[in-house]
């Protein structure tokens, strides 16, 4: 099991909740802020941590160096594991812009582990996805090798942004519906090449059903 | 369709759960650390964590309280009460708060929306709107429902829509801490294709309120807000899962 993670501070994310659920199921936590914290680190894992702009946030890496390293980390097999935000990072790019006032969508690049362009979810009411819901339609997780299973489980969901599911994309996901009035979408909840894993939800605050996913998680990073 | 979300209001001053009724004469419920473990285990899964006396008087502890609260609860937690600059609304995020609450900072020129919304998304602010009828009309007010904003609750969601704010969380102040019922006539002022969540807060006590709003049927309805209700009554946040989540849950 992957045991000593690190999280990327990019200081437009929130951390403490993040950091918390780790220490809760046992594993060591360090922050880090630079490139150098990385490289004097003793870290097996990486987690981008997020509730925030990924446009902000792609360019906080892009510009800190972690988009590289990112790059070069996951090739090697290095374990990766963003949330929200973090992981729509891995994307090639967002629409999310950094005016969201003005609501200019312009594309900013991302790191390009996953493929497809971070958008916006649905575009008539309640343009944000907010609540509880089951990602994983019969309880299998296609995206742990494990076999880990969650029956019934909801996960906490909390994005305006996001990426809609196409197929033929060649990463492993998993995948939610979305409703609003008049407009049903699937969106990628969950997405696996090799070690590096995206997820839209928010594990660490959905309850007992997050904790353990996330153990589960630490515990299927091969070697 | 999308369980509704019920979201667990803990109105707090110096290290207590405290609540009013029409928010007035506050008393104490119990020490917020025990209150909100009980709620958590009993099945609560969302908290809006208000600090009451950081409403009037600017942040104090709120921010010790956040950061316990969020090494024993995975459950989103949304923290306001006093939240002015950037600088004070980075720190909750920092100290576990996955969003903020604003209810005076939300009118005004000071950029703060603007600011936590290019930094952290606008999915991260909460707006607090606490309203009161007067003469046909429901309006807005401030500082714990002391002063009028001078703005009428339409006009507070036409600034949450064009912010692009995350949730409008509506609490009737005249009802709140009654658990008679909420005033769904308020939900008359909302328009139908509102695109901000929006949560209802005030007055709820029985399911029978809960259900008469679920009629409806309006698409904005994102959640409820629920304070007295589990104060009188643990079992009653078990019981409400069961009804919006289903069995077992």
Same mark, same amino acid.
């Given at each position: $099991?992957?045991?000593?993670?690190?999280?990327?501070?990019?200081? !437009? !994310?929130?951390?403490?909740?993040?950091?918390?659920?780790?220490d809760f199921i046992g594993l060591k936590t360090e922050i880090i802020s630079n490139l150098r914290d990385f490289y004097n680190s003793e870290c097996d894992a990486v987690c981008i941590p997020g509730s925030?702009?990924?446009?902000?946030? $792609?360019? !906080?890496l892009e510009d800190m160096g972690f988009a590289e390293l990112l790059r070069n980390l996951s090739i090697q097999g290095f374990p990766i594991v963003g949330v929200c935000s973090g992981m729509h990072a891995l994307?090639?790019?967002t629409e999310e812009s950094h005016q969201n006032k003005t609501k200019d969508f312009r594309k900013t690049s991302g790191i390009g582990i996953f493929s497809g362009t971070v958008r916006k979810i649905f575009n008539g009411s309640l343009g944000?996805?907010?609540?509880?819901?089951?990602?994983?339609?019969?309880?299998?997780?296609?995206?742990?090798?494990?076999?880990?299973?969650?029956?019934?489980?909801?996960?906490?969901? $909390?994005?305006g942004f996001g990426i809609l599911y196409e197929h033929g994309v060649h990463e492993t996901v998993d995948t939610s519906e979305i409703q609003s009035s008049d407009v049903n979408q699937k969106i990628v909840a969950m997405i696996r090449t090799q070690n590096t894993i995206g997820i839209q939800f928010h594990p660490e605050r959905s309850g007992q059903a997050g904790l353990t996913l996330l153990r589960d998680l630490f515990e299927d990073f091969n070697g | 369709m999308k369980p509704m979300r019920v979201?667990?209001?803990i109105d707090y001053k110096n290290g207590y759960v405290i609540k009013g009724r029409r928010y007035e004469g506050f008393k104490k419920v119990g020490p917020v650390r025990e209150i909100v473990e009980n709620y958590y285990k009993a099945g609560a899964k969302e908290f809006v964590f208000y600090d009451c006396v950081a409403a009037l008087f600017g942040m104090s502890k709120m921010l010790e309280q956040v950061v316990d609260l969020s090494k024993r609860i995975f459950a989103p937690i949304t923290a306001g009460g006093g939240i002015r600059t950037y600088e004070q609304a980075r720190?909750?995020?920092? /100290?576990?708060?996955?969003?903020?609450?604003?209810?005076?900072?939300?009118?005004? #020129?000071?950029?703060?929306?603007?600011?936590?919304? /290019?930094?952290?998304?606008?999915?991260?602010?909460?707006?607090?709107?606490?309203?009161?009828?007067?003469?046909?009309?429901?309006?807005?007010?401030?500082?714990?429902?002391?002063?009028?904003?001078?703005l009428s609750l339409k006009d507070g969601l036409e600034i949450c829509e064009d912010y692009g704010i995350g949730e409008t969380n509506i609490?009737?102040?005249?009802?709140?801490?009654?658990? #008679?019922?909420?005033?769904?006539?308020?939900?008359?002022?909302?328009?139908?294709?509102?695109?901000?969540?929006?949560v209802l807060g005030g007055g709820i006590g029985e399911m029978h309120h809960i259900q008469k709003i679920q009629r409806f049927g309006y698409p904005w309805l994102s959640g409820l807000s629920i304070g007295s209700m589990f104060h009188k009554d643990l079992n009653s946040i078990h019981k409400l899962n069961q009804y919006v989540f289903g069995a077992n849950k």
């Open positions: $099991m992957k045991t000593n993670v690190a999280i990327i501070d990019v200081k !437009c !994310c929130n951390l403490g909740s993040f950091v918390q659920a780790l925030g702009n990924s446009s902000q946030l $792609m360019s !906080c994307f090639e790019g944000v996805n907010l609540g509880w819901r089951s990602p994983f339609s019969d309880g299998h997780v296609n995206c742990l090798k494990n076999g880990s299973h969650y029956p019934d489980s909801l996960f906490y969901f $909390m994005h | 979201i667990s209001k720190t909750v995020f920092e /100290n576990g708060a996955d969003r903020i609450a604003i209810n005076s900072s939300l009118f005004g #020129s000071s950029g703060l929306v603007e600011e936590v919304a /290019n930094n952290y998304g606008s999915q991260s602010i909460v707006a607090m709107l606490e309203v009161k009828k007067i003469a046909d009309d429901w309006l807005l007010f401030k500082e714990l429902g002391r002063e009028p904003v001078g609490t009737a102040i005249d009802y709140d801490g009654l658990g #008679s019922g909420f005033p769904t006539d308020l939900c008359e002022i909302i328009p139908e294709k509102y695109p901000v969540p929006v």
